[in-house]
T-cell receptor, first 115, second 115 residues
Framework: GAGVSQSPSNKVTEKGKDVELRCDPI?????LYWYRQSLGQGLEFLIY????????KSGLPSDRFSAERTGGSVSTLTIQRTQQEDSAVYLC?????????????FGSGTRLTVV | AQTVTQSQPEMSVQEAETVTLSCTYD???????LFWYKQPPSRQMILVIR??????QNATENRFSVNFQKAAKSFSLKISDSQLGDTAMYFC????????????FGTGTRLLVSP
């Protein structure tokens, strides 16, 4: 597609439930990132996929968070046993790892609300 | 470690006036890029301007320009002839071309342009 697509746009879930957030990056972009943006805060790095290399998971806040990227394209971020502090906007970004000239392209995010 | 600091949580400017948003960063690398992103209420992160660290000339994009002071590790954004549509959150970010290649963000500056 022309841009980075994320779904759902909004998600309300009950505390303790599992959620899956999806990111469809720009075709051909080998690098894919997940960020979390809590209310009024900057963007916190979560995880980075680069081609077939092992992902950089250094930003995941707990073992309840995991992500995968299938076939080098679509990525899913899973949060197990959601807690209220997980409420945030989750942003996905992709870029062409061959050049930084065009920066990172972000999706519109998924707003997760845990009640 | 890579850090980005934005010390102005909020700024206000009148339409047609000029405003400067501040950003400082810290890195031990020499090969890096700096970015300003705009985030309107739609949540979409929009690339405003980028600067390659090895270039001394300040980047400009229409009404947007930067003052890049490499020795001082300062990267401010100047918006000339402010427009109502410039109202948004503005994030400064750095990307290293070595090691962990991810964007590190500041906490953002909320800019309000009033008529």
């Amino acid at each position: 597609g022309a841009g980075v697509s994320q779904s759902p746009s909004n998600k309300v879930t009950e505390k303790g439930k599992d959620v899956e957030l999806r990111c469809d990056p720009i075709s051909g972009h080998t690098a894919l990132y997940w960020y979390r943006q809590s209310l009024g805060q900057g963007l916190e790095f979560l995880i980075y996929f680069q081609g077939n290399s092992a992902p950089d998971k250094s930003g995941l806040p707990s073992d309840r968070f995991s992500a995968e990227r299938t076939g080098g394209s679509v990525s899913t971020l899973t949060i197990q046993r959601t807690q209220q502090e997980d409420s945030a906007v989750y942003l996905c970004a992709s870029r062409d790892s061959g050049t930084i000239n065009y920066g990172y392209t972000f999706g519109s995010g998924t707003r997760l609300t845990v009640v | 470690a890579q850090t980005v600091t934005q010390s102005q949580p909020e700024m206000s400017v009148q339409e047609a006036e000029t405003v400067t948003l501040s950003c400082t960063y810290d890195t031990s690398e020499n090969n890096y890029y700096l970015f300003w992103y705009k985030q309107p209420p739609s949540r979409q992160m929009i690339l405003v301007i980028r600067q390659e660290a090895y270039k001394q000339q300040n980047a400009t994009e229409n009404r947007f320009s930067v003052n890049f002071q490499k020795a001082a590790k300062s990267f401010s954004l100047k918006i000339s002839d402010s427009q109502l549509g410039d109202t948004a959150m503005y994030f400064c970010a750095s990307h290293m071309n070595t090691g962990f290649q991810k964007l590190v963000f500041g906490t953002g500056t909320r800019l309000l342009v009033s008529p």
